[in-house]
């Protein structure tokens, strides 16, 4: 069946515009959660979903970040006022029942110019 | 707080020599451990858990309480093992969300 998927794949914006990443879970995952990686460093947690109920957002950076599941389906982080700091892989990932086996989506690629 | 340390960035070894490749956690109390795989051009994916103590590809991984590590390991490198290996941790009560590592990438010569 169809993995994760996440749109776009690429995104190039210049600082201070606000962007929206999307996250399309495996259907039936009443999980989902947000990742970000660094160059040369491994995913780091931002926030999770049980259906559309944000759980934890305790791994957010500050209040630019911000991230929504209004049907407990696709999900959207958005950031504003982008900074370079912000350019980074971001990672979606969702799991069913057993919520230690997480599906990573291809993420997107942001760079802030 | 819980950490994963990876020491290594990068390891190449040859076709048909063990590879091993080093993870080590701290947490005071007893986590999940996994081993994630991310091939070139391909997204992250799980390989193993400690919890299944099944052996995926060829590679096994033992979780060592006293010496706080998950050391991965494969007697036999091949080709297609080339790839990037995160180690990552989940903590009971913190919502399943995991601790990764910086990563191993690594690299196995013909």
């Known amino acids: 069946g169809a993995g994760v998927s996440q749109s776009p794949r690429y995104k190039v914006t210049k600082r201070g515009q606000d962007v929206a990443l999307r996250c399309d879970p495996i259907?039936?995952?009443?999980?989902l959660y947000w990742y970000r990686q660094a160059l040369g460093q491994g995913p780091e947690f931002l926030t999770y979903?049980?259906?559309?109920?944000?759980?934890?957002k305790s791994g957010l950076p500050n209040d630019r970040f911000s991230a929504e599941r209004p049907e407990g389906s696709i999900s959207t982080l958005t950031i504003q006022r982008t900074e370079q700091r912000d350019s980074a892989m971001y990672r979606c990932?969702?799991?069913?029942?057993?919520?230690?086996?997480?599906?990573f989506g291809p993420g997107t690629r942001l760079t802030v110019t | 707080a819980q950490r994963v340390t990876q020491p290594e960035k990068l390891l190449s070894v040859f076709k048909g020599a063990p590879v091993e490749l080093k993870c080590n956690y701290s947490y005071s109390g007893s986590p999940e451990l996994f081993w994630y795989v991310q091939y070139s051009r391909q997204r992250l994916q799980l390989l193993l858990r400690?919890?299944s103590r099944e052996s995926i590809k060829g590679f096994t991984a033992d979780l060592n309480k006293g010496e706080t590590s998950f050391h991965l390991k494969k007697p036999f490198a091949q080709e297609e093992d080339s790839a990037m290996y995160y180690c990552?941790?989940?903590?009971?009560?913190?919502?399943?969300?995991?601790?990764f590592g910086k990563g191993t990438l690594l690299t196995v010569n013909p």
């Open positions: 990552a941790l989940l903590v009971a009560g913190s919502n399943y969300k995991l601790t």
């Open positions: 990932a969702s799991s069913s029942q057993d919520p230690r086996e997480q599906y």
């Open positions: 400690h919890i």
């Open positions: 259907s039936g995952h009443v999980s």
């Open positions: 979903f049980n259906y559309e109920a944000q759980q934890d």
